[in-house]
């Protein structure tokens, strides 16, 4: 095969790196990394905090709104709510107060309810669902959230 040359290999030959020594190490894990870390998470913890307590401002502004709306309106107690609580040792006062001051429990609440969405109000020990109809405000049930009381149907 004449015309053609062999190639000649290049063989790169790169310097041995030596082992950085304890000191080396140590220097590498110095103020600025710690710091660093230090203030990412203070910075996580603040955010976080700063979060639960606007969320907690957002629930006790939406429970004043629903609680303004629904005390607008005559209070009227259901058949099914004035035995409930009879039963459950729960006074008109303590759903008035429910009313006036309790927090709105998201997880019983359907605000999606026609004609009428119904919200759950918590304060102590009672939990009264109240609808919020057009010219009154019906209350549906009362709870005592810490007895469980053996009540008959109503």
């Not at 009672?126 to 057009?134: E, I, N, R, Y």
């Amino acid at each position: 095969m004449a015309g053609q040359g062999k190639s000649k290999k290049h063989i790169v030959r790169s310097k041995k790196l030596k082992k950085p020594s304890k000191g080396e190490k140590k220097k590498a894990r110095s103020a600025p990394g710690f710091i660093g870390a230090g203030l990412g998470l203070f910075a996580f913890i603040g955010w976080t905090v700063w979060s639960v307590f606007a969320k907690e401002k957002e629930d006790r502004e939406y429970s004043k709104k629903i609680r303004t709306r629904l005390a607008s309106k005559p209070l009227v107690f259901s058949d099914h709510a004035s035995c409930r609580m009879d039963c459950r040792h729960v006074g008109m006062n303590d759903v008035v107060s429910t009313l006036q001051s309790g927090r709105v429990n998201s997880r019983k609440s359907n605000p999606a309810a026609r004609p009428c969405p119904k919200y759950a109000l918590d304060k102590g020990r009672v939990q009264a669902v109240f609808a919020d109809c057009a010219t009154s405000t019906p209350v549906v049930t009362v709870i005592d959230t810490h007895t469980n009381h053996p009540c008959g149907p109503c």
